[in-house]
């Protein structure tokens, strides 16, 4: 089993960035595909992004490519997001997850392991 941190979130203004972390403990996050998720109130679960065991494949959803890139350090067992050009509807809770599956999967309900989120809020 693994356990997932959150870290890195805060208030920005529109335009800002903010590298949200991820630090795993209990297991090596190198025998999983990981990926970023955000709900914001009201809505459901999205995917934000995804990337292979090796860090080879990544995989964004169509609102952040450009602006979001994910990145992992498998030797510090760490997994980030770097976030820039931030928009107010970027609003949301953010959530590390881990999958034991080979492919990036973007629905949330295939994912095995999950964070606690950590907030992000995008001022206008």
């Known amino acids: 089993q693994v356990q997932l941190v959150e870290s890195g979130g805060g208030l920005v203004q529109a335009g800002g960035s903010l590298r949200l972390s991820c630090a795993a403990s209990?297991?090596?996050?190198?025998?999983?595909?990981m990926g970023w998720f955000r709900q914001a109130p009201g809505k459901e679960r999205e995917f934000v992004a995804g990337?292979?065991?090796?860090?080879?494949?990544?995989y964004y959803a169509d609102s952040v490519k450009g602006r979001f890139t994910i990145s992992r350090d498998n030797a510090k067992n760490t997994v980030f997001l770097q976030m820039n050009s931030l928009k107010p509807e970027d609003t949301a809770v953010y959530y590390c997850?881990?999958?034991?599956?080979?492919?990036?999967?973007?629905?949330?309900?295939?994912?095995?392991?999950w964070g606690q989120g950590t907030q992000v809020t995008v001022s206008s």
């Open positions: 997850a881990a999958d034991s599956v080979v492919a990036i999967m973007t629905i949330p309900g295939e994912y095995d392991y």
């Open positions: 209990g297991r090596t996050i190198s025998i999983y595909t």
């Open positions: 990337i292979s065991r090796r860090g080879i494949s990544t």
